[in-house]
């Protein structure tokens, strides 16, 4: 059974630090490209960032460039999301997710569905 479990979520002040883990289980994700996104309330899903899990180039929002830096680490079989610099417009429950596709097919339509998804862990910054 596969299994993306996301912890490391939180309440922060505007200009703080969070890091999201993403435990993935429960079979070989070497063809898969994982990523990040996130719901505020009231809004719709939004992609975050991405990473093939064999490696390669990243892929963030425009919101979040700069500031936010997503990596993996095989051995651990975790995707991290590190946050720097937050504000109070990141508050939103972020989710890990996990698919086949391209990643340019995971930054502009992964939102639609994508092969796993984990329950999500909520990240709140206050001003």
């Known amino acids: 059974q596969v299994q993306l479990v996301e912890s490391g979520g939180g309440l922060v002040q505007a200009g703080g630090s969070l890091r999201l883990s993403c435990a993935a289980s429960?079979?070989?994700?070497?063809?898969?490209?994982m990523a990040w996104f996130r719901q505020a309330p009231g809004k719709d899903r939004e992609f975050v960032a991405a990473?093939?899990?064999?490696?390669?180039?990243?892929y963030y929002t425009d919101s979040v460039k700069g500031r936010f830096t997503i990596s993996r680490d095989i051995a651990d079989n975790t995707v991290y999301l590190q946050m720097n610099s937050l504000k109070p417009e990141d508050t939103a429950v972020y989710y890990c997710?996990?698919?086949?596709?391209?990643?340019?097919?995971?930054?502009?339509?992964?939102?639609?569905?994508?092969?796993?998804w984990g329950k999500g862990t909520q990240v709140t910054v206050s001003s």
């Open positions: 997710a996990a698919d086949k596709s391209p990643p340019e097919m995971v930054v502009n339509y992964g939102h639609y569905g994508m092969d796993y």
């Open positions: 990473i093939p899990w064999s490696g390669g180039n990243t």
């Open positions: 429960g079979r070989t994700f070497s063809n898969y490209v």
